[in-house]
């Protein structure tokens, strides 16, 4: 059965250190995998999506890295900003492609 | 603007005590799901729509019903809700038949049953 784990579960650094949050998994049969942001309150929102013929993805500040044989990925931020604190998940989907896999989150602060 | 919208955001109720949470989107989605999400368990899928009139289940659908009699709304049924279906619940929607695309999320739906 598909694991998702994510490490640290918490994470603290000051503003404008660029930092390195990790994913793996443990079946690299994976349709895709998808990185998500979740601020308190609200819903999760959508920041990058590999799909499982990438190796990584870019979105402004971010940037994201799959190695499916190993079965990891990494999510990079760069610059950070008080504004990125929030609590990062990364998914992967089933190998039906019906459902995502969650991880249960690193929790990310940073201080001004 | 586009969204997905969940109904209620916040409901306190008691035990056997049927209730329905809605879930409808404005971006002509075909796939629709269900996820709850609970402290050291993270998300888990309760039920899911390809497209309407399909439904099925996810990993936890024990204690839960689903409907898709339209393509925009997916309600989340608890005929007899009990305490472990305390939980806050989170309703995603796709373009595209399935989850190899970006997943549009509501804001959630806290549930508390006592």
């Known amino acids: 059965k598909q694991e998702v784990t994510q490490i640290p579960a918490a994470l603290s650094v000051p503003e404008g250190e660029n930092l390195v949050l990790n994913c793996s998994f443990t079946d690299s049969a994976i349709y895709n995998l998808q990185w998500f942001r979740q601020d308190p309150g609200k819903g999760l929102t959508s920041l990058l999506l590999?799909?499982?013929?990438?190796r990584e993805q870019t979105s402004g500040r971010l940037n994201a890295s799959l190695d499916k044989s190993s079965g990891r990925s990494t999510l990079y931020i760069a610059a950070s900003q008080p504004g990125d604190s929030a609590t990062y998940l990364c998914a992967v989907s089933n190998q039906a492609g019906t459902a995502l896999i969650f991880g249960k989150g690193t929790t990310l602060s940073v201080s001004s | 603007e586009a969204q997905v919208t969940q109904n209620p955001r916040y409901l306190i109720t008691v035990t056997g005590k049927k209730l329905t949470v809605t879930c409808s989107q404005n971006?002509?989605?075909?796939?629709m799901s269900w996820y709850r999400q609970d402290p050291g368990l993270g998300l888990r899928q309760i039920y899911y729509s390809m497209n309407v009139e399909v439904t099925d289940k996810g990993d936890v659908p024990e204690g839960y019903k689903v409907s898709r009699k339209e393509k925009r709304n997916f309600p989340l049924i608890l005929e007899s809700p009990s305490p472990n279906q305390t939980s806050l619940y989170f309703c995603?929607?796709?373009?595209?038949?399935?989850?190899?695309?970006?997943?549009?999320f509501g804001d959630g739906t806290r549930l508390s049953i006592l």
């Open positions: 971006m002509n989605h075909e796939y």
């Open positions: 995603a929607s796709s373009l595209l038949t399935g989850v190899d695309q970006p997943q549009h």
């Open positions: 590999i799909q499982s013929s990438q």
